[in-house]
């Protein structure tokens, strides 16, 4: 069971360039998330997913823009990165757009941005 | 304004000691919280959730967390803690259909 799936696991970018992180579930899960972790700040919300063909901001969207390709797809763009945009991103699904749902996590993107 | 908050950044304990990790919450209406475990290169994995009922849950790995409404708290526990146990630990609040994350705890395992 591949479960989450993002690629690539590593990437390195010179400020202005652009790149898409790529997510994929095979678990049939309506909703999708895309989250950023950096040190003392926990996992924060970039955007959402609740169904296919519907994509809404979370708590720091700024510099980012997502596409839910399809129900297994949700993928994470960064038009042109900044250094502030180093971190690791966390790809994650659940079956429904409901609090009471498990959110099942990808392995994660560690983005260092020069 | 922080949702969930912990307030330890890092334990130490030793093979075999138990370990307890706080988590306090702010929300108005009936909280539903979560403990996520994250092995070092990995992602999150979910170690127990509360929603209603029973304020002692039970979790994987030997895990158990005990809600508490009068302390807003919602701390995990484990008696006997193992060397696998080393990882980073988040407590989360479900607020409108999202999760919001505390920091997390950084967990050491000395022999």
């Known amino acids: 069971n591949a479960g989450v799936t993002q690629t690539p696991k590593f990437q390195v970018l010179k400020t ?5 992180l790529q997510c994929a579930q095979d678990m049939n899960h309506n909703s999708m998330y895309w989250y950023r972790q950096d040190p003392g700040m926990g996992l924060r919300l ?6 296919e063909g ?11 823009n997502v596409s839910r390709l399809n129900k297994r797809e949700f993928s994470l763009r960064l038009e042109s990165a900044a250094p502030s945009q180093t971190s690791v991103y966390f790809c994650a699904s659940s079956p429904l757009s409901d609090y009471k749902n498990i959110q099942y996590f990808g392995a994660g993107t560690r983005l260092s941005v020069l | ?24 919450y702010s929300y ?3 909280p539903y919280l979560f403990w996520y475990v994250q092995s070092p290169g990995q992602g999150l994995q979910l170690l127990l959730k509360y929603f209603s009922g029973d304020t002692l849950v039970q979790g994987i790995k030997g895990f158990e967390a005990e809600f508490k409404r009068s302390q807003s708290s919602f701390n995990l526990r484990k008696p006997s803690v193992h060397w696998s146990d080393a990882a980073e630990y988040f407590c989360a609040v479900a607020i409108d259909y999202k999760l919001s994350f505390g920091a997390g705890t950084t967990v050491t395992v000395r022999a």
């Open chain 1, 54 to 64: 519907t994509t809404d901001k979370g708590e720091v969207p700024n510099g980012y």
């Open chain 2, 28 to 30: 108005g209406a009936t």
């Open chain 1, 16 to 20: 202005g360039q652009s790149m898409t």
């Open chain 1, 46 to 51: 970039i955007y959402y997913s609740a169904s």
């Open chain 2, 1 to 24: 304004a922080q949702s969930v908050t912990q307030p330890d950044i890092h334990i130490t304990v030793s093979e075999g000691a138990s370990l307890e990790l706080r988590c306090n």
